[in-house]
């Protein structure tokens, strides 16, 4: 009797395995559900909708993406690292992802336990910037600046634990300078005041900021990249600029649960390179010079452990606390 019992306990986990595999070998058969954890219409939102439905176009099927915004990123990030490891909900978000969890004490996920990276959307390049009536025409000068002054410059924050956010307070901690903290909800309204000399020091994303650094209404004094950018020749890098350690360039990924099978990680992985690779989406992140990067799972995963430890170090080394 208990060999029979064995037996039909080992068909039922072989019969099991079988058809776990016959669905991954149809995936996907079904609409993929994309969860943006942000308001309809920003950065994330955009790069969700340029490279996921490319990846839709590619497998033949429908992308249906959600703006699911509240918490600061928490209430659709955690929905996505609850969800099934089916393959058939995704996440598209920032560093939030990585940080929210040692921000909020109930943020509802562990990054690094719940959450598989399985694509590279953007780099969201950055640039330091100044009003023009600044005295300060380096960023050098502004940390001097800030330095004689400490508490009294203020930077306006468009977040707390946002990209923007976590690169500033890498670059204070690096410079050993300390500016008062001004919240506001999303980079315009922060960018505003800057242009009318309400706000001292910004970082801005490069796609939003480089109309007015034409129109001479901001004056940059940094990029956060890694080489000069076409559109700023002169302008240095961080690094260029005399601040190596502060050097980060925020990245927004294509996440799963980590309860997803390697091989259907995989193949959601290749799905999504192909599409960074597509011509017509490479035309739309570059008009935003938000430019995406294939990359392996195994990449993904250094990137996701490197970043994860670095910049809730800055948070930690900040006192940052949520909003």
Known sequence: MRGIKTALALALIAALAGGSAHAQ????????????????????????????????????????VEARPGANGNIGTAAAARSEGDGYTWLV?????????????????????????????????????????????????????????????????????????????????????????????????????????????????????????????????????????????????IAEAGYPGASYVSWYGIYVPSATPDALAEKINQAINKALLDSDVQRQLSIADIPGKPMTLQELAALMKADHDKLNAVVKASGMTPP
């Open 93 to 237: 978000t920032g560093p939030a992802a990585l940080v929210n969890p040692t921000l909020y004490k109930d943020a509802g996920w562990d990054a690094m336990k719940d959450l598989k990276c399985v694509g590279l959307a953007i780099w969201n390049q950055g640039v330091a910037v100044v009003n023009p009536a600044s005295p300060a025409k380096t960023l050098a000068e502004f940390v001097e600046l800030a330095r004689a002054k400490p508490g009294e410059l203020n930077f306006g924050n468009p977040g707390t634990g946002s990209s923007i956010d976590l690169t500033a307070q890498k670059l204070f901690q690096t410079a050993g300078i300390k500016l008062t903290n001004v919240g506001y909800k999303g980079q315009p309204p922060a960018l505003i005041d800057l242009i009318t000399n309400l706000m001292h020091y910004e970082i801005v994303s490069l796609a939003l900021a480089l109309p007015h650094i034409k129109q001479g209404s901001i004056k940059p004094l940094a990029v956060f990249t890694e080489k000069r950018i076409a559109d700023l020749p002169e302008v240095p890098t």
């Open 25 to 64: 070998g149809n995936y996907p058969n079904r609409p993929i559900h994309i969860i943006v954890p942000y308001p309809a219409g920003g950065i994330v939102d955009i790069v969700a909708r340029a490279v996921t439905e490319q990846v839709g176009r590619d497998l033949k099927q429908a992308i249906v």
